[in-house]
């Protein structure tokens, strides 16, 4: 029965990992591609690597996968240029199918035609941004220089040399021609100040310098950056001058430019320069355009070329890992797939077949192995991060009890006995709902940011941990603070007691709930009574209260962990286990804390206000127990007559247990063996002239090991170890594990008081001011109030608690039956691996 | 009215609270107008002129409505803060549409 309803499918069962089988497949080398394109759609096949030695550069498709990767640098390229115009790429959401191979050649084609296009475009872009610049320098000298012989001629007070400096006029003195020569040029400004030293050490002050800046910044033709510049000219007399201040000028990297003399001339050059700096203008802005055309065109269809490109090299990745057989026609491959899904695999190998149009269909056999499966959990877009909270912490091994349904109730139920706030947790549960709502349209925008990420991919146990947290909140009575009173407070001072007087004069007082005038008698029906809050000994009372219900409910957990460690132990039939594992451990958790919880609710139950002086205390009495020790001064009354005998009883049963779990299982293993091995040689010792004795002996030996493993030599050692090991941790464990439930309560108090406080502290100053004041501070005084909600509250607290239930379930549940030794299932899916790129690009 | 004094998510953050403002001060001016003991320890309540009085319970409902009122009256503050940074969203939005 249980068969049939696996093979027709539909959902798995969470309870379990599924049943993996190890298949050998047989694919035709011309259907091959195919084939695994088809098996990459569905993605249900974990391959193994059937060539872990061989070089990656001696596979046998090496040449394929480096086309690809060529092609893949050629799309990195153009996106990169995409991005550089801030065009935006087309995501339609298209799943093309892994293209042919013969579809590959176009595709480079392609690619290679764009590559070559863009990189024209751009050298063409540089070269003439580069004509541009030099134009544009020239023309701000031009118009520069014209200024430095204005100057030079407006003032008439100047030496002859400054007037010879002019070059208009070539003034002869005293037979010597004094005619100076000049060089006119541009710098970058920051290399002004060391230019000049630089000219008056080494012309020894000969020459004159003049610069000034040019106030638009230029564009560097390669980087494309912007840069200051500024326009010199040096003045010189001489040859050796000329060509000091030549060298000098190319150290600094600064661009000389030929300057006509007459102003005429430059004028002339000014006009032509301009002209030419318009035509370059139009051919610069065509040539942008061109280039914005072809990006645009490949923009609409790159992100489809990246996921065929991908597709194409996961496939031939894929085919790496297969061995060739001695025939040289079929490729064989090892694989691991659900049992479930086995169907869904084969009709996916017909389609490749048929695709590639091969007559020789693919097998797809079945084989027995040795090796421990991978586990594969079938899970919806709910139960997804429950999963994964389980394997953050280890995989669970083949078919091991799976924790992640329970962790669907557990985790936000222990989350919200430590977060318990009605109003923070409405707050919670309203930006789940938000979040759940619009979950599609958040899926599709595909942010980058990695906190936002992890929020919304957590949204469903938010939206539980928020509705859990508004009921304990309930529970408490604990709404931001305050307590409501739905069903009307039960404890009721009468003015008979409590009158006017007594009032007035005392600043305290105490309702006694065991007369009937203070305490109707009748608790308050749902959660706590309301009047609590205002007491002063709320902490106190809440104190013992969390504690007592902590240790419950801690105990419970652990006690459901060792039941499940049964089941574990029943389905992989290991009879040891149960009688020397699991009974002694159910019988020393129960009579230590079972124990403890019996005397709880007894102490809940039959022991009220009238008593309150001698109830007795638990955590003293626990301690008695161990310690034999029944004091007789307070209240000796008050224990229950068959109360030592049965405590002494338990004591015993305890201390029994210990050796139980850390000697017999070693002893029962040791037995065996020496069994076994006395029968092998006994059997082995007579005749051998009956071959089929001796195959009886053999399977005899065989059937004798129960988990039908290889035979070993019996390391005694190691098992003994292992079980001291294992016995320490639980009973030491056991213990503080209880205690340490007991964080339930210490996180419900801080978050509490912490609560209290923000109210306290922030709010009431503003419900405090009297009068009109009193509006204007309430409007002023609430939103740093509920931001500071938010921040500490919501945020940090939240965080603080998820952590220390995250804890609770790993370790104190866990580690009662979890053994964590698994390894993920990883099928060939093209969805996970275009996923995956898609993050990092 | 065109230039928005906050952008979309400061204008998101502040409508946010507002909606939050709106609601949590109504239900709180509810509260403190059907006289919750809870919030005694939350009015204003000047001791020494209460004594002066010889403690009467009057005093205290006069000082629940005023504290009643104050947070209605605060509650219709934040809706016109509602109003005005939903105003400041949709002008972000058509920004951001038109650009």
Not at chain 1, 25 to 52: H, I, K, M, T, W
Not at chain 1, 773 to 780: C, P
Not at chain 1, 813 to 837: A, H, M, N, V, W
Request: aromatic share 10%; with cysteine; charged share 20%.
């Amino acid at each position: 029965m249980m068969k049939i309803t696996i093979i027709t499918g539909g959902m798995g069962s969470l309870y379990r990992s599924e049943e993996m089988a190890s298949c050998q497949l047989f694919l035709q080398a011309e259907a091959a591609y195919a084939c695994v394109s088809e098996l990459g759609e569905l993605g249900l096949v974990q391959f193994r690597d059937l060539n872990p030695d061989v070089n990656a550069f001696q596979r046998k498709f090496v040449n394929e996968v480096r086309r690809c990767e060529e092609m893949e640098r050629k799309l990195r390229f153009l996106e990169k240029e995409i991005r550089k115009d801030e065009i935006p790429m087309l995501d339609t959401g298209d799943n093309p199918d892994a293209p042919a191979p013969r579809e590959m050649i176009d595709l480079e084609a392609t690619f290679e035609k764009l590559e070559n296009e863009m990189k024209e475009v751009n050298a063409n872009a540089e070269a003439l941004k580069r004509n541009y610049l030099d134009l544009t320098e020239l023309k701000h000298i031009l118009r520069k220089t014209q200024t430095f012989f204005d100057e030079a001629m407006s003032d008439q007070g100047m030496t002859e040399e400054s007037i010879v400096l002019l070059g208009e006029e070539a003034v002869k003195t005293s037979g010597q021609p004094l005619r100076l020569g000049f060089v006119a040029g541009v710098i970058l400004r920051e290399r002004i100040p060391p230019f000049e030293r630089m000219l008056w050490r080494a012309c020894r002050g000969n020459v004159f310098l003049r610069q000034t800046e040019i106030l638009t910044p230029l564009e560097d033709p390669v980087t494309g950056d912007r840069v200051h510049k500024s326009v010199f000219i040096i003045f010189f007399q001489g040859d050796q001058l000329k060509s000091r201040v030549k060298k000098i000028c190319e150290g600094f990297r600064a661009t000389l430019y030929p300057c006509p003399e007459t102003q005429a001339e430059r004028r002339e050059m000014s006009l032509g320069v301009t002209t030419r700096i318009e035509d370059l203008n139009t051919i610069l802005s065509q040539t942008q355009d061109h280039r914005h055309r072809v990006l645009v065109a490949a923009a609409k269809d790159i992100k489809v070329w990246f996921i065929k490109v991908r597709k194409i090299k996961a496939v031939y990745h894929t085919l790496n890992m297969l061995n060739l057989d001695v025939t040289q026609k079929c490729l064989i491959s090892e694989c691991w797939c659900p049992i479930r899904d086995l169907e869904k695999i084969q009709m996916a190998l017909r389609r490749g077949t048929e695709r590639s149009g091969g007559s020789v269909p693919s097998i797809l056999n079945r084989m027995e192995t040795k090796e421990q499966p991978p586990t594969y959990n079938c899970t919806n877009k709910f139960t997804k991060v429950f999963q994964d909270i389980v394997d953050s912490y280890g995989v669970a091994g083949y078919r091991e009890v799976n924790p992640a349904p329970f962790t669907i109730v557990s985790f936000p139920f222990l989350f919200s006995l430590m977060f318990g706030d009605a109003g923070h947790g409405t707050l919670m549960l309203l930006a789940a709902i938000a979040m759940v709502v619009f979950e599609k349209r958040i899926l599709r925008q595909k942010s980058d940011n990695e906190i936002w990420n992890m929020f919304f991919d957590g949204r469903y146990i938010i939206l539980l941990m928020g509705a859990f947290s508004l009921y304990a909140g309930l529970m408490y009575n604990d709404i931001f603070s305050k307590s409501i009173n739905i069903f009307g407070s039960v404890w009721h001072p009468t003015s008979g007691e409590f009158s006017a007087e007594i009032i007035k004069t005392h600043k305290d007082l105490t309702l006694d709930p065991t007369n009937d005038t203070d305490y109707r008698g009748v608790p308050y029906p749902f959660g706590m009574d309301p009047a609590w809050q205002l007491s002063l000994n709320k902490i106190k009372w809440l104190n013992s209260f969390k504690m007592k219900i902590s240790i419950i409910f801690g105990v419970g957990q652990m006690f459901f962990g060792v039941v499940l460690s049964l089941q574990n132990h029943r389905f992989f039939k290991d009879s040891i286990s149960i009688f020397c594992e699991f009974l002694p451990q159910v019988i020393f958790l129960t009579c230590i804390f079972g124990y403890l919880i019996v005397l709880i609710l007894h102490k809940w139950i039959a022991i009220d206000a009238t008593d309150a002086g001698c109830a007795p205390s638990l955590l003293i009495g626990l301690i008695n127990m161990f310690l034999l020790n029944y004091p007789e001064e307070p209240c000796s009354s008050r224990v229950p007559p068959g109360q030592k005998g049965l405590q002494s009883f338990l004591l015993i049963l305890i201390i029994l247990c210990v050796p139980w779990l850390l000697v017999l299982k070693p002893y029962i293993l040791k037995r065996r063996y020496q069994a076994t091995q006395q029968k092998s040689s006994s059997r082995l010792g007579t005749s051998t002239e009956d071959g089929k004795s001796a195959e009886d002996a053999i399977d005899g030996a065989i059937q004798d090991d129960s988990h039908g493993q290889y035979e070993e030599e019996l390391n005694l050692l190691e098992i003994v170890v292992h079980q001291c090991i294992h016995t320490i941790e639980y009973c030491l464990g056991c213990i503080s594990h209880t205690a340490s439930y007991l964080r339930l309560w210490a996180l419900s108090l801080a978050h509490a008081e912490l609560s209290e406080v923000l109210w306290n502290m922030v709010f009431r100053v503003a419900l405090k001011v009297d009068g009109y004041l009193g509006v204007i501070s309430i409007y002023i005084l609430f939103t740093p109030w509920a931001c500071l909600t938010i921040a500490i509250l919501l945020l940090m607290e939240a965080l603080s608690a998820f952590l220390h239930t995250l804890r609770l379930h790993w370790i104190e549940f866990q580690s009662k039956f979890y053994k964590g030794d698994g390894y993920l299932f990883d099928p060939f899916s093209f969805d996970k691996i275009i996923e995956s790129r898609a993050d990092e690009v | 009215m065109t230039i928005p004094c906050c952008g979309p998510k400061c204008s998101g953050f502040c409508a946010f609270i507002s909606v939050w403002g709106i609601i949590m001060l109504a239900v709180l001016g509810a509260f403190f107008y059907v006289h919750a003991p809870s919030l005694a320890e939350d009015l204003p309540i000047n001791m020494p002129l209460w004594r002066k009085q010889d403690y009467n319970y009057n005093y205290v409902k006069d000082l629940y409505r005023k504290a009643a009122v104050n947070c209605w009256i605060a509650a219709g503050i934040y809706v016109a803060t509602f109003i005005l940074s939903c105003i400041m969203l949709k002008i972000n939005l058509r920004q951001s549409n038109s650009s």
